[in-house]
Each structure stands twice: as structure tokens, then as C-alpha cells.
């Protein structure tokens, strides 16, 4: 497989995150990170994966970010080099919770192991 696709994601990701910052809307504030971007292999659409520090937020603010694509899109295009700019799409990203949320069992877990073992 060519190292070409990586390579447009890993640009994607790195564009788009500094350009959300820039969006006026107001739903689209706090701290909001792009953490994965999937570009098809057409680079005719690109799925953008946005997480936010906020979770209970979240929904509003892919809402922003939606109703904002264009914006994002032309001023991505501007700031790539290939032919064609992706059609973007936001989709809410909770794998920092979810992670948060195993460690904080894992670590209650351990905690209730130890004081078991104790007695």
C-alpha cells in the first residue's frame, strides 16, 4: 500500500486542527482537537474525527463545525497543493473518555485488590 493516503491524513489532521481554530460559531469553542482524520482513497471525501475536552459538548460543537465545512474546505484548499479538496464530515470522537473512564476502573480495581490482600 502507498505511503501516500498516511501522508494526506497526517497533513488533513495537522491543517484542519490549526483552521478550527479559526471558526467563528460560537458552538465551536473550548478546547476542540482533531484526533484522526480518513481520507477514502478518491480524496474525494474525508471523515474528521473531533474530540473536545468538554464531552457533554461535543454534539454542539461537531453541529459548529459542521455547519462551518465550507469555510473549513475552502480554506483547506487554499492551504493544500493537490487538485481537489475532500468533502469533510465530523464525526464525535470519545475514545479519551472511554479510555479515561477503563483506567479509572482499572485503578479502583487495583485499589480494592490491595486492600483485600491486606486483610
Request: charged residues 30%; without cysteine.
Amino acid at each position: 500500500m502507498s505511503s501516500r493516503l498516511p501522508r494526506l491524513n497526517e497533513e488533513l489532521l495537522e491543517k484542519l486542527s490549526a483552521l478550527i481554530k479559526t471558526v467563528n460559531d460560537p458552538r465551536v469553542r473550548g478546547m476542540v482537537s482533531v484526533t484522526r482524520v480518513e481520507a477514502t482513497s478518491d480524496l474525494r471525501h474525508a471523515k474528521v474525527f473531533v474530540s473536545a475536552l468538554e464531552q457533554e459538548k461535543l454534539p454542539e460543537i461537531i453541529a459548529g463545525l459542521r455547519s462551518a465545512s465550507g469555510y473549513l474546505r475552502r480554506e483547506l484548499g487554499r492551504m493544500l497543493t493537490h487538485r481537489s479538496t475532500p468533502q469533510l464530515s465530523f464525526e464525535p470522537d470519545y475514545s479519551i473518555s472511554h479510555g479515561a473512564k477503563i483506567s479509572g476502573i482499572l485503578s479502583h480495581l487495583e485499589i480494592k485488590q490491595a486492600e483485600d490482600g491486606d486483610e
